[in-house]
């Protein structure tokens, strides 16, 4: 549950699932993360519908379907990409907006961060910031790793740059939420 505040304070927590919680699972949350991402670009076509409105109730499950997205990122990062000991800090590059995770204690998570009010959102639209920025940070990620086990050894060089990339999703996807939950207006 992510929650944000007036001023674009961030804060949360989590558990992850079980089953995708287990080392051996890589596969399948590789796979959920695909099925993640297009199943909240199916849920905004769908909540937009024919009236091209999207309602308060409707933004409510938006945002559902980015933390669950959110989770996956998360999880992947922690189990197969771990971060140096200690909180994770992922900032944007003007430094104008950060989250710092934390890993209090298995299958849990914590966020914290905020959002300065002079960072500009990459989109004013979902659809742009989705497709534009979410999406492509995924297929991004997708595509580091496989040229990574291409030769069928992730080497320290690579899995770093992968984890840089998992970064990456998981700012974007909390930028998508802000906009979401602050920024998105009934269409």
Same mark, same amino acid.
């Given at each position: 549950? *992510?929650?944000? /505040?007036?001023?674009?304070? %961030?804060?949360?927590?989590?558990? #992850?699932?079980?089953? #995708?919680?287990?080392?051996?699972?890589?596969?399948?949350? =590789?796979?959920?993360?695909? %099925?993640?991402?297009? &199943?909240?670009? $199916?849920?905004?076509?769908?909540?937009?519908?024919?009236?091209? &409105?999207? /309602?308060?109730?409707?933004? &409510?499950? =938006?945002?559902?379907? *980015?933390?669950?997205? #959110?989770? +996956?990122?998360?999880?992947?990062?922690?189990?197969? +990409?771990?971060?140096? $000991?200690?909180?994770?800090?992922?900032?944007?590059?003007?430094?104008?907006?950060?989250?710092?995770?934390?890993?209090?204690?298995?299958?849990?998570?914590? %966020?914290?961060?905020?959002?300065?009010?002079?960072?500009? *959102?990459? !989109?004013?639209? +979902?659809?742009?910031?989705?497709?534009?920025?979410?999406?492509?940070?995924?297929?991004?990620?997708?595509?580091? +790793?496989?040229?990574?086990?291409?030769?069928? &050894?992730? /080497?320290?060089?690579?899995?770093?740059?992968?984890?840089?990339?998992?970064?990456? %999703?998981?700012?974007?996807?909390?930028?998508?939420? *802000?906009?979401?939950? !602050?920024?998105?207006?009934?269409?």
């Amino acid at each position: 549950m *992510i929650e944000l /505040t007036p001023d674009l304070h %961030i804060k949360g927590y989590g558990r #992850f699932l079980e089953y #995708f919680s287990k080392k051996e699972n890589f596969k399948d949350r =590789l796979q959920e993360l695909a %099925i993640l991402q297009k &199943k909240l670009g $199916d849920l905004y076509l769908l909540k937009l519908g024919k009236d091209q &409105k999207v /309602t308060g109730l409707e933004k &409510k499950e =938006l945002s559902d379907s *980015i933390e669950e997205l #959110f989770s +996956f990122a998360l999880l992947l990062r922690k189990l197969d +990409f771990p971060p140096p $000991d200690g909180p994770l800090k992922i900032q944007s590059q003007n430094r104008l907006f950060y989250v710092l995770l934390n890993f209090p204690q298995d299958p849990s998570w914590e %966020i914290t961060g905020h959002m300065r009010s002079d960072y500009v *959102i990459k !989109a004013r639209v +979902f659809r742009e910031l989705f497709n534009g920025v979410v999406s492509v940070s995924i297929k991004d990620f997708l595509g580091k +790793f496989g040229r990574a086990i291409a030769d069928k &050894k992730i /080497t320290e060089e690579e899995s770093k740059e992968i984890g840089e990339s998992l970064d990456k %999703i998981l700012l974007d996807l909390i930028e998508l939420y *802000i906009f979401v939950e !602050a920024v998105m207006q009934f269409q």
